[in-house]
C-alpha cells in the first residue's frame, strides 16, 4: 500500500493545461494498454485535487469516456462530477456515453454511470437520469440497485416533484423487502432522507416491515445497521407486545464493537419502553444497557465525552441503567478536563444514601487537585450532595469547613456559594457556621461569593452582632461593585434595618444605600427595586418586613432535573450531536427536523401526559401586532378611506378622574385578569386603548403625581426615621 502511494506521489505536480492537452492527443496513438492515456489522467486528477482549475480540458477528457477500461471511467466520472455544473452547456456530448454505459454488461460500471448522473443535478442529465434509474432499481445485480437507492435521493434533493410523479420513492418502498440486506439499508437511508425533508410524512413503517428490517440486520453491514435501527424510530406500536417484541431482536445489537451501533441501540430500546407494559421487561433492558455503556468509557476521551453526556441524559430518564455503577465515573489522573467535568456531574446524578459516603470521599479528594476549575466543580459538587442526600448533609457540611480552613481563595469562594444553599435546604440547622464564613470575608472577591455571602449576612443580622459593621464595610465600594452585588447589597442592607430598626447605624446605612440606588446608579433593575424598598419602608415598615423577610419555601434538586417531555424528545437523539448539546437539532441546526413521540394506544400514560410536539420549522411570516404607547394605526380592515380622511372631527372629551380612576383599577386588577383566562376566553388579554384621535387622553393623573424622571418618596415618614 506505502509502495502503491509513493509511486502516485509523482502525480502530485502543478502541471499546465497546454501540456495535459497535448499529451491527452498524444496519447490517442500508439497507446494500445492505454497506459499513457492512464497517466495523463491521474496527473489531471491529482491537480483537481490540489485545487487547480482543469475545466478547459472538459473536452479532451470526455473524449476518453469511449476508453474500455474501468480505471479511465472512474477517473473520467470523477472530472464530469467536479466540472459538470460548470460546463452545463456542454453536457449533451456525454449524455451518449452515459446511456451507453447504464446498458453496459458490467455492474460496476452501471452503478458507475448512473452514481455519476445522479451528482449532476443538471435538467438535461435528470431528464436522462429517470428512465435509466427505473431500470436500476429492478437491476438483477444487487450492486446496481443499492447504487439505485442513493441516487432516488439524490434526484428527490434535485427535483421532488419529478421523483414523486416518476414513482421513485414507491419504488424504494419496495426495496425495504429486497433479499439483499445491503439493498435495504440503502433504500432504508434514502428514505429516511427523503422522509426527513417532508417531515417523516413518506416514511412509516408497519409492523410487516419493521420485522423485514431487523431480518436484515444480521447480514448489514455496521453502518446498514445504524440506517435500519434508527429508521425503528419511524415505527408507532400499537400493542405492547409489539414492542416488546421489537426490543428483544434489538437487545443482541448492545453486543455490537462499533460505538454507533451501541448507541443507536439504545435509542431504540430507550424509545420503545414507552409502548411497553411489561416491568419485569422494563428492567431486563435496563440491566442489559448498561454494561456496553461502560464499555464506552474505555475509548479514547472523545468517545468518552459522547458516552458521558449520552449517559447524562439516560440516566435522568433511566436511573437503574447504573444506579449501581457509581465507581465507574471516579475520575481518573490523565482524563482531560472536559471528560473530568461530565463524570462529576454524573457522580451527583447517581449520588443516593448507599454510595453517598464514597462519592464524598472522592470528591473530597478532586478538591486538591491542581485544575481550578475541576476543583470549583467538586467543591460545588459537595454543597450539591448535601442538598440532595439528607443523611451525608453534616458530613458534607463538615467537609465545606475543613475545606474553607485551607484558605485558598477560590475554594472558599465556590464553599461559600453552596452553602448558601445549603441554609435554604436546611433552615435552622447549620447557622452555627457563620462566624466561620465571616472571618473568611476578606478571601471573596467574585461577584457571586460576593453576594452569597452578603445574603447570608442580611438573612441573619439578627444573628449576628456585628452585622452592622459588616455590612458597612461591604457598602463603601458600593458603587465600583458589579450589579449583582449592587443588588445583594441593597436587599441586604433593607433586611439588617428591618431587624435593627432603631440603631443609628441601620439607618444611616439604609439610606445612603438606597440614595446611592436611587440617584447615582445606571441600572433599571437597581433603581427599581431601590424604589420599591424605599416606598415600602416609608408607608409601613412592618408591611415591608413582611414582605422582605417573609418565610422562603426549603430549596430542593427538582431544578437540576429536566423537564420529562423534554426529555423523552432529547432521548431520540441520542448518538447525535443533539445528545451531546443537549438540544434539539432544529434549535441550532437550520432546517432539521424534529423528533418527538407518537401518540398511540399502546403509549405510556405518564408518557402521554408530558407529550411534546415536533417544533414546527421554517413558518411563514405573521404580522403580530402589539398595542405601543403611541396612537393606533388605522387599518383598512376597521377604517374606511372616508374615516382616514375625515381628521377634522372634535376628539371626544374625557375627564381626568375617570382616566385617573380607570387607570388605578387597571393596575389593581391587572394581575386577576391574568389569573382568570376563562373570563375573556383568548390566550392573550385586550389592551385597553383610548379613542384612536386622542390617544394620550387617558394618561392624565394616571401615576398620581408621580414622576418617572425623578422618583422621591411620597412622603418623608422614611426621612424622618432616619
Known sequence: MSGQGGQDAKFFQRGKIQEFRAELEAAESKDKKFTKRKTVLKKIVANITMGNDMSPLFTDVVQCLGTPLLEIKKMVYLFLVCYGRQKADQLHLVIPSFLQDCNDRNPLVRALAIRTMSYIPTPVVIESLTDQLRHCLKDRDPYVRKTAAICVAKLYAADPRKAEKGGFVEMLRDLLLDSNATVVANAVAALSEIGDRQDGVIFKLNLTVAN???????????WGTIYILDSLLR??????SDAEMIAERVIAQLNHANSAVVLTAIKILLYLMNYMENRRLMEYICKKMGPPLVTLLSSGPEVQYVALRNILLIIQRRPAVLKNDVKVFFCKYNDPIYVKLAKLEIMYRLAREENAREVLAELQEYASEVDVDFVRKAVRSIGRLAIKVQPAADACIQALLDLIETKVSYVVQEAVIVIKDVFRRYPGKYEGIIPTLCEHLDLL??????AAMIWIIGQFANRIDNADELMDDLTYTFLEEPNEVQLALLTAAVKLFI?????????????????????????????????MYWRMLAINPTVAGEIVLAEKPPITTDA????????????LHTGTLGSIYHKNPETFIRGATGKALTDSPALNPLSRQVLVPVARTNLPPTTVKVPGPGPPEPTMSNATSQDLLDTDSPAPQVQNGAASSAAVNLMATGSSSQD??????????AVPQAPASDPYAALDSAFGGYLADEPRPQNKDLLDMI
Not at 415505527?235 to 405492547?240: D, M
Not at 437540576?560 to 432521548?571: I, P
Not at 382568570?676 to 388579554?685: I, K, L, N, V
Open 499 to 531: 431587624y435593627k430598626p432603631h440603631s443609628d447605624t441601620t439607618k444611616a446605612l439604609v439610606h445612603k444605600v438606597l440614595k446611592w440606588t436611587t440617584e447615582e446608579v445606571d441600572n433599571p433593575d437597581l433603581r427599581d427595586r431601590g424604589f
Open 212 to 222: 423485514k428490517l431487523l431480518t436484515a440486520l444480521g447480514e448489514s453491514s455496521e
Open 676 to 685: 382568570t383566562p376563562e373570563d375573556g376566553g383568548e390566550d392573550d388579554d
Open 235 to 240: 415505527y408507532v406500536p400499537e400493542k405492547h
Open 445 to 450: 472577591d467574585e461577584p457571586e461569593s460576593k
Open 560 to 571: 437540576d432535573r429536566m423537564d420529562r417531555g423534554a426529555l423523552d424528545q432529547l432521548l
